[in-house]
DNA sequence: CTGAAAGCGCTAACAT
DNA sequence: ATGTTAGCGCTTTCAG
């Protein structure tokens, strides 16, 4: 291991003006500064960074919660991996560090928070929580930095799509097409994660605006995100609702299920029912019809993130929030019937 | 922040003492272990990895070596994502913490060595590494115990799918269904990534052993693995050779861009032309037809991976690879020739 | 502009 | 069974 003792032998100066050198700090002559690192590159120095973390206090990581427990998707969901890619090329620009913390270290006795202390992280982004999130308030609490992609949580300040407008947008591009009788597949909700309902809110409140029928019967709620989740709820929405046309579902796996359980019982789709979904994924663009949905802006929302984490690691104070809307994006779903 | 020395303190002990008891080291006596451990319980103590990093020179921090280079689908990666996952999970209960590597860490001078070296990772896995892997081979030098999980690397062990098998398989299923002339389209090869061409073997070498004949024409290499390269390929392929019916691609998204081609010019698939495909994404049973394709057990590409790298850890030694089935997903997309 | 001394929190080696 | 001493690699403080 090459220390800065290494360079302080082969330079002749001592360690401490070594470690001025080396990080750009004053009081040293241009020559010397030059002459030692020279050295530190010619024999291949490397800092160590736990030497570096105990004194300074700075470890230069990074903690990330990401747990996916809504979708089990795991890295491959379509909105937490792509927020995770983008935010770990802007922080790693910013010379920090990215590393996993688990509520598990140390024989499962951890919480977030102790792991934030194991590891002296400098901040931590929170893509997505396990579904516990409770001990996610007393990392608010504490002073590590942080920023939320998916959660609200008190204290905590949060990058999140701008759900209500786009269910709004859903709605009046449904009514914009001719139709008059409306559903909402709906998602599951948690305590700090509210998408689905804002999406339902937005949906409803065009559609009240325009003076349409929309009581809660016309929404069936999902207790998971998955495909099957979409054809259950179909089917009994259907039960009470045979007539509706336009359905709009809280993400397209949902609506793909949906989709499904119409041609099932030999009603086409969009032909007798339209459907709008939402994330975007590969699939939607491959399934028959190809589904008209919304695209999250993944990279915009981890940009947001990342700005937000780096004031905050440098002491400068942040918004409490930032919404990002999401892109919409037109496929065959959704027929138009002003014009049969 | 509470220290060991706190401890000492209200115990009455000395600090290696209390740094026994806490790590479950022997020459103490139960009560004493039993009032330290109670104390640091009381008072929250929670261990100072740097600290303990310096002095030990065991960081319990695993690198990741992940950039997904090849098909720029970051963590969403239908294989790689998978294999991120279950990873972490093993580790993590092993007692380690997933960091992630970069090339770019202090300016971006680092290596991945240099970054090993920085963060004092006991360990690497080499899940995807950037296109430029020739650094690696200073990583297989280096006497940190590694492993990969897609690229083969001299001196690395790797966990890699039983390519040859599952293209020999595909062959047998096709002429299983009556086919008798076949294509393959390619995806990019790279120094150390052999998949498409092992892929390739297989396939050629069932269909060479039933003496049909399958010359380079009959294959069509794709520069990247997206679904336009497919739809080039697929063209290119059919400019040659308009009679084949039994088309093996290198992943999905290849194989939909092929079908959409033969779509597009009013060829019907799988009547006129079959396809199986590789790696079974969400999208291949959303398509139309369904996709017949691989699935790789990336689960248990991770645990043997995992189990590897905890081998080479604790210094026992480990077979130089390990080769692991896919399975094979039969959905509609290979039609049946004999029974029409 | 440079160096000496001290210490971050922990553990290894040895002494008692 | 427990304590003493020393040191990991680095930076901070302060003296020169």
Same mark, same amino acid.
Do not use: Q, W
């Given at each position: @291991?090459?220390?800065?003792?290494?360079?302080?032998?082969?330079?002749?100066?001592?360690?401490?003006?070594?470690?001025?050198?080396?990080?750009?700090?004053?009081?040293?002559?241009?020559?010397?500064?030059?002459?030692?690192?020279?050295?530190?590159?010619?024999?291949?120095?490397?800092?160590? @960074?736990?030497?570096?973390?105990?004194?300074?206090?700075?470890?230069?990581?990074?903690g990330i919660i990401y747990e996916d427990a809504y979708m089990k998707a795991g890295f491959e969901h379509p909105l937490f991996g792509g927020i995770l890619n983008t935010f770990r090329t802007e922080l790693e620009a910013s010379g920090y560090d990215l590393?996993?913390?688990?509520?598990s270290f140390c024989s499962g006795k951890t919480s977030y928070l102790d792991h934030c202390v194991l590891r002296n992280v400098d901040g931590v982004v929170i893509i997505n929580p396990a579904e516990t999130v409770s001990e996610l308030s007393a990392l608010a609490d504490s002073d590590i930095p942080s920023v939320s992609t998916n959660d609200?949580?008190?204290?905590?300040?949060?990058?999140i799509t701008e759900n209500f407008e786009a269910g709004y947008k859903a709605a009046e591009h449904f009514i914009?097409?001719? $139709?008059?009788?409306?559903?909402?597949?709906?998602?599951?909700?948690? &305590?700090?994660?509210?998408?689905?309902?804002?999406?339902? &809110?937005?949906?409803?409140?065009?559609?009240?605006? $325009?003076?349409?029928?929309?009581?809660?019967?016309?929404t069936e709620t999902c207790p998971a995100w998955f495909k099957e989740n979409g054809f259950d709820a179909m089917k009994k929405l259907w039960a009470r609702h045979s007539d509706v046309t336009a359905v709009f579902s809280a993400n397209d796996r949902i609506a793909a299920g949906a989709m499904d359980y119409c041609q099932s019982i030999g009603v086409r789709v969009p032909d007798e029912v339209?459907?709008?979904?939402?994330?975007?994924?590969?699939?939607?663009s491959y399934c028959n019809p190809p589904l008209t949905t919304f695209k999250q802006r993944r990279e915009q929302i981890a940009e947001a993130a990342a700005e937000i984490l780096r004031k905050r690691l440098a002491g400068q104070s942040v918004a409490d929030f930032v919404r990002i809307s999401a892109d919409f994006i037109e496929r065959n779903s959704v027929k138009n019937l002003s014009n049969s």
């Open positions: @291991m090459i220390t800065i003792y290494d360079i302080a032998e082969k330079t002749g100066y001592s360690a401490p003006t070594i470690s001025k050198a080396l990080n750009g700090r004053g009081g040293l002559s241009p020559a010397t500064r030059k002459k030692i690192l020279d050295v530190a590159e010619e024999i291949g120095y490397k800092p160590n @960074m736990a030497a570096r973390s105990l004194t300074t206090k700075k470890s230069f990581l990074i590393i996993f913390l688990s509520k609200i949580i008190p204290g905590i300040p949060y990058v914009k097409n001719g $139709h008059k009788k409306f559903a909402y597949l709906a998602g599951p909700t948690t &305590e700090y994660t509210r998408a689905s309902i804002e999406r339902l &809110e937005g949906f409803r409140s065009c559609l009240l605006k $325009h003076n349409f029928n929309f009581d809660d019967s016309f339209s459907f709008i979904g939402f994330d975007d994924e590969l699939f939607s």
